[in-house]
């Protein structure tokens, strides 16, 4: 879990941005490390040799093109130390000399420093600055003072650093010797750096890198020199290296167990784990599987009785998320996202998803008229409970008061939470032939870290409904279910959380994530082109669809995606512009604020396509009645 904080200017803040903790745990080989670092610090960084040919042809338009380019570089420098190590100036006769757990930076020094420095400077001075000035100007100042300083070259640091014996057998290795070290030097406390305030975000997000580059030199940068084992006195003081924590020194282990050495060789030869053989491709079932025609097979037929909805309650726009630019994001602005994505704003919540889930069951069931003994079921869809045992749905029993249901069960189905929820509530009805309390709920906020993909869409809310067996001889809601899973590896796998190659993020592949959507939505339609629309025989359910109300994932996709596949896009319904992706919950809360929009004024039927992680998909086709809206549960933001 990686959350969010609220500073104290009242602005959401995510340290995983900028304060690189890797999970270590998650890294069982040097070459798995050292890709997480070329993605996260490495792929978008220039060397000082690319920073100088840039300067050169005059790439950079403005300061803070360069002002970005020069903190990569500089986090990219400090790429090994500032994952792995605690940076301690320690006095050389005081320093263990034999310990295996305490190392030295091995560095080389840096060719054609003064050129590149001195271009640097005069570049920052001739560009035109950009929306704010002297922010950009404090921002050069600390960035500068770093690189100015800086003695050693950066492309050849090695990943797994020397201990100091193996430090001292290398009479030809250089390592920093700082001169009149001052242990009182200033830096920036963890407080100073989340309350960093500039009014242009993307110089906000940049302030915090500054801050954090500064106090990975808490010492005066003049006074340091590279020097050999030989020529470091007993009252020198050194740059120690010590493991952030245990799970470090035990990767630490691990590469040098397996033959790595001091200075990071591939560990290419490391055991393979074995692997399940799977078939070469994929197979088709033996027959399509039909969708679940409630309405006709049904004994015991569905009536939505009750939709509540319960959102995070921080509103974070666009500017947000540049705020918190993560170290390997591409150069982008608020109207970017915008543009990509639909999203202008998602939904945060400092509460738990658990806590999302109870208000929002509450105010289903009171909207719903019902007593809770009345409730037969209680069903979660999420893929994000803060625990597996016990399930969500057990401990939202135990918190209504339930003393018994026939099922309390949580299912995974990622964002076709809705319709898998909504199959399994009229399967539960026909056994039960009680209410059933079904919940959609999702905080993805603190699982995507510093994916930007990722944290571009998702946002944390929840939805409940009450389905609940119709009267005698009285017609239900719902027309027909559909839920399918499954295909190729490429697309099973295009979600992923936690995800070990991201540092156990949330991520998405979106060339495959769009494939299965493509896949699903035809499938959709052609099936819903062949069902007979029970009130109107002579034409499809398709054709007697009112609204469309798809998954919230990405607008510009969908539109796209349906276009090509017949559907029209005239009344297709989307509230992703405010709410962003909500998984399993983004359906009813669309449904919901249709209603609040006044898009459904009477009983309207619905068609709601979804898809999501896993390969999953499904549909409902609906009859929803404004009526059945509650009043929206506003959750106050909780004080810092």
């Known amino acids: 879990m990686k959350p969010f904080v609220i500073n104290r200017h009242g602005r959401l803040v995510i340290p995983a941005n900028f304060h690189v903790d ?9 070459q798995r490390y050292t890709a997480v670092i070329g993605r996260d610090l490495a792929a978008k960084a220039p060397t000082g040799t690319e920073l100088l040919a840039r300067i050169a042809s005059d790439a950079y338009s403005g300061r803070f093109e360069l002002l970005r380019d020069l903190g990569q570089h500089l986090l990219w420098l400090n790429r090994y130390s500032i994952t792995m190590f605690d940076k301690r100036p ?20 840096w060719p054609d420093r003064d050129r ?16 704010d000035a002297e922010a950009e100007d404090r921002l050069f100042a600390l960035l500068f ?8 070259n950066g492309a050849d640091l090695p990943a797994i650093k020397p201990t100091v014996a193996e430090f001292l057998k290398q009479p030809d290795a250089l390592t920093f010797v700082i001169r009149g070290y001052d242990p009182d030097f200033p830096v920036f406390r963890d407080e100073d750096i989340l309350d960093a305030h500039e009014d242009v975000p993307e110089l906000e997000s940049l302030t915090r890198w500054a801050m954090v580059l500064h106090n990975q030199y808490p010492w005066d940068r003049a006074g340091v020199e590279l020097r050999g084992p030989d020529e470091i006195g007993d009252d020198d003081f050194v740059v ?9 020194t035990a990767f630490i282990e691990r590469v040098r167990r397996g033959g790595t050495g001091a200075h990071g060789a591939s560990d290419a030869a490391a055991p393979v784990p074995v692997t399940a053989r799977r078939p070469a491709g994929v197979v088709e079932p033996v027959a399509p599987y039909q969708p679940v025609r409630v309405r006709r097979d049904c004994p015991y037929q569905p009536v939505l009785e009750s939709l509540a909805v319960v959102r995070g309650e921080h509103i974070v726009d666009n500017a947000d998320i540049i705020r918190n630019a993560s170290l390997s994001w591409s150069p982008m602005s608020a109207d970017d996202i915008a543009a990509k994505t639909g999203i202008q704003q998602r939904r945060y919540s400092s509460r738990s998803p658990e806590e999302l889930a109870l208000q929002a069951a509450l105010a289903a069931v009171a909207k719903s008229g019902r007593r809770p003994e009345e409730i037969g079921a209680v069903l979660v869809s999420t893929s994000s409970s803060s625990r597996l045992v016990p399930p969500m749905a057990c401990w939202l029993s135990g918190e209504l008061g339930l003393l018994q249901t026939h099922a309390s069960v949580d299912s995974i189905a990622a964002c076709a939470g809705m319709p898998y929820g909504l199959a399994e509530a009229v399967r539960q009805l026909q056994e039960v032939r009680r209410p059933v309390l079904l919940v959609c709920v999702e905080k993805f906020s603190d699982k995507i870290g510093s994916v930007r993909t990722s944290r571009m869409i998702f946002g944390d809310a929840a939805a409940a409904m009450v389905v609940a067996p119709a009267s005698t001889g009285a017609a239900g809601d719902v027309d027909v279910i559909q839920t399918y899973a499954s295909g190729p590896h490429h697309e099973v796998n295009s979600i992923i959380w936690p995800n070990p190659e991201f540092d156990g993020d949330l991520t998405m592949y979106g060339p495959d994530v769009k494939s299965l959507v493509r896949r699903y939505l035809v499938q959709m339609l052609a099936e819903l082109r062949a069902e007979s629309d029970p009130d109107a025989p002579g034409r499809s359910l398709l054709d007697g669809v009112g609204l469309v109300v798809p998954h919230q994932a990405n607008k510009a996709m969908f539109l796209d995606l349906a276009g090509e596949a017949g559907l029209a896009t005239d009344n297709l319904y989307f509230n992703i512009e405010t709410m962003g992706n909500v998984s399993s919950a983004s359906i009813p809360i669309a ?11 009477r009983p309207t039927r619905i068609f709601t396509p979804a898809f999501g992680a896993g ?22 933001v909780r004080p810092r």
């Open 591 to 601: 449904i919901h604020d249709a209603v609040r929009e006044g898009v459904i004024t």
């Open 615 to 636: 390969a999953v998909g499904g549909y409902a086709v609906l009859r929803v009645d404004p009526a059945i809206v509650a009043d929206e549960v506003l959750l106050d």
């Open 240 to 248: 120690a290296l010590h493991p952030r924590n245990r799970d470090v």
């Open 116 to 131: 590149k420095v001195e271009a640097v400077e005069r570049a920052y001075h001739r560009l035109p600055a950009g929306r």
């Open 145 to 152: 003072d770093v690189f100015r300083t800086k003695l050693h």
């Open 22 to 30: 890797l999970d270590f745990s998650l890294l069982d080989t040097l």
């Open 90 to 109: 320690t006095r050389w006769r005081d320093l263990p000399k034999r310990r295996g757990d305490v190392f030295l930076p091995l560095v080389a020094p």
